[in-house]
């Protein structure tokens, strides 16, 4: 059954420490994507990758986000320092092809509480 | 940006009965989901329909691209369908990013 695997599942840590969220997309995906889920603002896209190449950072903000992807089994999303605000619950969502015209599937996701 | 709006916002039901959720959105679209977000967070993918009609079990989704909504329907609603339903769509000059709607929080009690 293939799905797309984050880690870790929880992540408590405190103002100013680093975060490293992991992403397994499906094997055969060449697109991944990472969105976060508020109460406020709902789910919205943070990042965008093709053949591991970055297509679209617009709604990650760059002075403290970072995402890579250092291989096609391995997307990782970094946030250094964290701040309260970036308390949220963060997807990795990957897919084959044009994701104009194909399905994009969900992991678990990881939700981070930054104290 | 395009607009989407799912309807109702909340949802209770009896377990047993069905219902018809609604998503419309403002433009049109060459991609449109349905996912159920289940009581621990996981997304769960129950279309991928941009058009047309699709049947799974208990459940199944008509899209009119021409008319812009879509429609999920459950029959024989179960406690396990408890959660909230999201629509997402794609528009062709978005670059891939699905715009979701606010959700519907289905409550199925027993």
């Known amino acids: 059954d293939a799905r797309v695997t984050q880690t870790p599942r929880d992540k408590v840590t405190e103002m100013g420490q680093e975060v490293t969220m992991r992403c397994q997309p499906i094997?055969?995906?060449?697109?991944v994507f990472w969105y976060r889920q508020t109460m406020m603002q709902g789910l919205e896209l943070l990042a965008y990758?093709?053949?591991?190449?970055?297509?679209?950072d617009s709604g990650m903000p760059k002075d403290r986000f970072s995402a890579e992807m250092p291989d096609a089994t391995l997307a990782t999303l970094k946030i250094q320092p964290s701040e309260p605000r970036d308390s949220a619950v963060y997807f990795c969502?990957?897919?084959?092809?044009?994701?104009?015209?194909?399905?994009?599937?969900f992991g678990p996701g990881t939700r981070l509480t930054v104290l | 940006g395009i607009q989407v709006e799912q309807s109702p916002p909340d949802l209770i039901l009896q377990e047993g009965a069905n219902s018809t959720l609604r998503c419309n959105f403002s433009?049109?679209?060459?991609?449109l989901q349905w996912f159920h977000q289940n009581p621990w967070g996981q997304l769960i993918n129950l279309f991928y329909?941009?058009?047309g009609t699709k049947q799974n079990g208990r459940l199944s989704a008509t899209t009119v691209a021409t008319e812009r909504y879509s429609l999920l329907y459950i029959s024989s609603s179960q406690t396990t369908d408890s959660g909230v339903y999201f629509c997402?769509?794609?528009?062709?000059?978005?670059?891939?990013?699905?715009?979701f709607g606010q959700g519907t929080e289905l409550s199925v009690k027993p």
């Open positions: 433009d049109s679209v060459n991609n």
């Open positions: 990758f093709r053949n591991r190449a970055p297509l679209d």
């Open positions: 094997l055969g995906h060449n697109t």
């Open positions: 997402a769509v794609i528009r062709y000059n978005q670059g891939g990013k699905l715009i």
């Open positions: 329909i941009p058009s």
């Open positions: 969502a990957s897919g084959i092809g044009d994701p104009t015209y194909n399905e994009q599937f």
